[in-house]
């Protein structure tokens, strides 16, 4: 019998399953394939930082605020005086507390402080980490300087999409509405793939550097042979896809297309920092009328596209969660509630017979699976 280990929060839980039950195991690149520490020092030796730089940080992914750290102790060791680090809200606390050590400012950044905030530094940086988006199909700056600091272009993104299911790994117009504006800005991007630890970094201009990102990143991306019946997911080592419910879901979208219609598909998203946005906040608490908002085209909440996923995929298929969330919300959402894997595994089981196959995804926040 097989026992495979899943990340569900900052602890891991064993799935035991048996062999005739396990269809497969997907997972992220093996760890041989990350770069070394010597390898990301002489990567940035080659990004020219200088002095009089305000570094706008999109993720606090381990990946990000480990580099982020590299960065600033290089500034120090250089003596730069006019280096500072700024975030959105949601973000600051984590990264001050990866900066704690270092002498260099770090701002509370909206989108109406950071523009004035940009006007007294020469030059600008963005640090992000690439990743599939259920919305954009693509995420890293354009997209998070979108989410983050432009609600006009935000809103207009949301309106501009094809359907009203997740899109991983395609190029539709919201991105179109994402690398049009940021093309408008005079500044740079690290886009880091991988996370905890790094597989790539992309630097450029914000689009060039996350075109190569993006690229990178579909070097990993996987295909089944047949659509699964169940399936069990759980996002990877990177604690910043178990915090919030939002962040999670992202897991779940990019492997719905492998899913077969009327199909069980069960996340690990243990979420200990709540549910993570707006529009799910509104939802759960009966403030959002989803089919109101849409037909006035009301301005974008920030995740308001899991909410419409929610609703659509629920009428097709069974979504379950194992998460220490209230039940309450859970069933609000039309999740269906897990207390354990152990408990999934007998559900389905019993739904679809002794024989049924299992799919097991790991690291689901980095990698898309398609048929």
């Not at 280096?83 to 949601?90: K, L, R, V």
């Not at 001050?96 to 270092?102: E, F, T």
């Not at 178990?242 to 199909?263: C, F, Q, R």
């Amino acid at each position: 019998m097989p026992e495979l280990w899943l990340k569900y929060g900052q602890t891991s839980v064993v799935l035991d399953i048996k062999y005739e039950n396990l269809q497969a195991h997907i997972y992220p690149a093996p760890s041989v394939d990350y770069l070394a520490e010597p390898r990301i020092e002489d990567e940035l030796s080659n990004i020219d930082i200088t002095d009089n730089t305000i570094i706008v940080v999109l993720s606090v992914s381990k990946a990000v605020l480990d580099l982020v750290d590299q960065i600033s102790q290089r500034a120090v060791l250089k003596r730069y005086d006019r280096i500072a680090f700024t975030s959105s809200t949601d973000l600051l606390k984590m990264l001050k507390n990866s900066l704690r050590k270092q002498p260099f400012p770090v701002y509370d950044s909206t989108n109406t402080s950071l523009f004035p905030l940009l006007s007294k530094y020469k030059n600008m940086l963005c640090i992000s980490q690439a990743r599939y988006d259920p919305l954009f199909g693509y995420g890293g700056s354009p997209t998070l300087l979108l989410r983050q600091f432009y609600p006009v272009e935000m809103n207009e993104a949301f309106y501009v999409r094809s359907n009203n299911l997740p899109n991983p790994h395609n190029k539709f117009s919201p991105l179109e509405v994402a690398l049009r504006t940021v093309d408008n800005l005079n500044a740079n991007s690290i886009e880091i793939v991988g996370s905890p630890r790094i597989l790539s970094l992309h630097h450029g201009t914000i689009s060039q550097s996350f075109e190569s990102a993006i690229r990178s990143l579909d070097l990993g991306k996987k295909t089944t042979k047949e659509k699964c019946q169940t399936t069990l997911i759980s996002p990877g080592d990177d604690l910043e896809s178990h915090l919030t419910l939002s962040s999670s879901l992202n897991s779940l979208w990019n492997v719905m297309e492998s899913i077969k219609e009327g199909g069980l598909v069960v996340l690990l998203s243990e979420n200990e920092m709540g549910l993570g946005c707006k529009a799910l906040e509104m939802y759960v608490q009966e403030r959002l009328d989803l089919q109101k908002h849409l037909q006035e085209k009301l301005q974008y909440l920030e995740g308001l596209e899991h909410v419409l996923f929610l609703q659509e995929l629920t009428k097709n298929y069974d979504l379950g969660i194992i998460s220490t969330l209230p039940e309450y919300y859970l069933l609000k959402l039309g999740l269906v509630p897990f207390k354990s894997i152990k408990e999934c595994y007998h559900k389905a089981l019993s739904k679809f017979g002794r024989l049924q196959k299992i799919l097991v995804i790991t690291g689901a926040d980095i990698l898309s699976l398609a048929d």
